[in-house]
């Protein structure tokens, strides 16, 4: 029988990479999946690779009207939510390495604050009304956060904050028995790696124990495992999907 048969869930920024991987796997298991993206053409092109049991609504997470904007088509649709995996998230231009403390701008830090902080509290917020009891909340970090890689600064506290944020929905929510854990990827071959130089690529796998990036597919695996009732007794745990990276 499927893992999420029958199941409803939400995933932010899914119109690329993990999140799109993700939201495939949660169909194939049985999912009715809501994705968004903020691209309207990206958007209609995952629909039609993924095909059916998908709504897509185009949103931005850090803006809260956004959110209302899903919520409402989620309620108006079947009135439930039983997943939540809060994925979407940017980085400084240029990429999260990119942004060493003296190049910080306001713009650059409230820019990824909005979507990476803001956007995940108020997307778990929106969603906590429809929220079924036994459901899974699954909030998207790095492993760069416990790192201390140069250039990071930003991204990676926006990141770390969520961790914080796992820990003390956790509590909050212990009875209404709705679970929530941070998955922490570390370098994830995607289509943010296009334009990285090849000779940074290698150096960067290298860095990694197991000696590559890792897919988006094993990502979606282990998304899929918060999100069912294989992790029923797991809470507020944060899980390392890196290749060792952030682990020795």
């Known amino acids: ?45 995952v629909l039609h690779e993924i095909g059916n049991n998908v ?11 956004d959110l209302d904007q899903l919520f409402d088509t989620v309620t108006n649709n079947h009135g439930r939510v039983d997943i939540v995996y809060a994925s979407a998230g940017i980085a400084p231009a240029g990429g999260a390495l990119s942004e060493p403390l003296m190049a910080v701008t306001e713009d650059s830090f409230d820019d990824v604050f909005a979507v990476n902080v803001r956007g995940t509290l108020f997307t778990v917020q929106k969603a906590l009304p429809l929220m079924s009891a036994g459901g899974s909340v699954i909030i998207n970090g790095t492993a760069g956060a416990v790192k201390g890689v140069p250039g990071a600064t930003v991204y990676a506290a926006s990141k770390a904050a969520l961790r914080s944020f796992a ?33 940074v690529r290698n150096h960067v796998a290298s860095l990694v124990p197991a000696g590559r990036f890792g897919r988006p597919e094993e990502i979606a695996a282990a998304v899929l495992f918060l999100a069912s009732t294989d992790s029923s007794f797991i809470y507020g745990t ?4 890196d290749g060792g990276l952030a682990q020795v």
């Open 1 to 45: 029988m499927p893992k999420l048969a029958g199941k409803i869930a939400v995933i932010t920024g899914a119109s690329s990479g993990m999140a799109l991987a993700t939201a495939k796997l949660f169909v194939h298991e049985g999912a009715h999946v809501y994705i968004t993206g903020r691209r309207k053409e990206k958007l209609d092109r």
């Open 238 to 241: 944060e899980l390392f999907v």
């Open 55 to 65: 709504t897509a609504v185009r949103a931005d997470s850090g803006n809260p009207a």
């Open 167 to 199: 820990r003390t929905w956790t509590a909050e929510l212990k009875g209404r028995n709705v679970r929530v854990n941070l998955i922490n990827p570390g370098p994830i071959d995607t289509a943010s790696f296009d334009r990285v130089p090849a000779e």
